[in-house]
C-alpha cells in the first residue's frame, strides 16, 4: 500500500484513516495495541501522527492487512525483527514504485 499524503508534521486520524482506507477506530486501536505507535495527543487527546508513525503503521498495515499476520504474530515480529522486517517493506515499496513508472513508460511508448 502506498499511502499519499502530503509533507508536513502531523497528521489528524482522520487524515491518516483515509490515506490507509481504514476506519478511524481501526487506527485507535492499532494504536493502544502497538507500541511503536507513538502519536502526540493535544489538549483535547487528539491524536496527531508524525511521519515515523505513518512509517509504523505502513508496515503494520503490511503485516496484519497484506501478509496476514494476527495482531500477536505482528506484535512478535516487530519486537524481534522490526528493523528487517522495515528493511524489506521498504524495498518492496521502492520496487512497486519503479514497477508503476515502467509500466507508465511502456503505456506511453
Known sequence: MHINLPEKLYYSIGEVAKAFDVNTSLIRFWDKEFDILKPKKNAKGNRKFTQEDLKNLSLIYHLVKERGFTLEGAKLHLKEQK???????????????????????????
Open 83 to 109: 528493523q528487517k522486517a522495515l528493511s524489506n517493506y521498504e524495498i518492496i515499496r521502492k520496487l512497486e514504485g519503479v514497477k508503476a513508472e515502467l509500466t507508465k513508460i511502456k503505456d506511453q511508448l
